[in-house]
């Protein structure tokens, strides 16, 4: 399961932001989005700060949430 990709999906949920709307603001084609959210690849490291850059102009506290559970330790 990628971290990113579960994070990805719930922020884009949470804040009613489109896989369009996120693919337009980075400069990248929605399908890439797509195969982010439903986890069909991971987003290299070099995505993963474009993400988070991309939900900064869009909504910050989207970008500050995406961050917190992408780096969410799952151990006890």
């Given at each position: 399961m990628s971290k990113a990709g579960a994070a990805l999906r719930q922020v884009l949920?949470?804040?009613?932001?489109?896989?369009n709307k996120l693919?337009?603001?980075?400069g990248?084609?929605?399908s890439n989005i797509h195969r982010w959210v439903f986890e069909m690849v991971d987003p290299s490291a070099d995505s993963v700060l474009a993400i988070r850059a991309a939900l900064q102009k869009i909504d910050p506290a989207?970008?500050?949430?995406?961050?917190?559970?992408y780096l969410q330790n799952?151990?006890?």
């Open positions: 949920k949470t804040y009613s932001i489109s896989q693919a337009v603001t980075m990248i084609s929605r989207a970008a500050e949430m995406f961050i917190q559970l799952d151990s006890p």
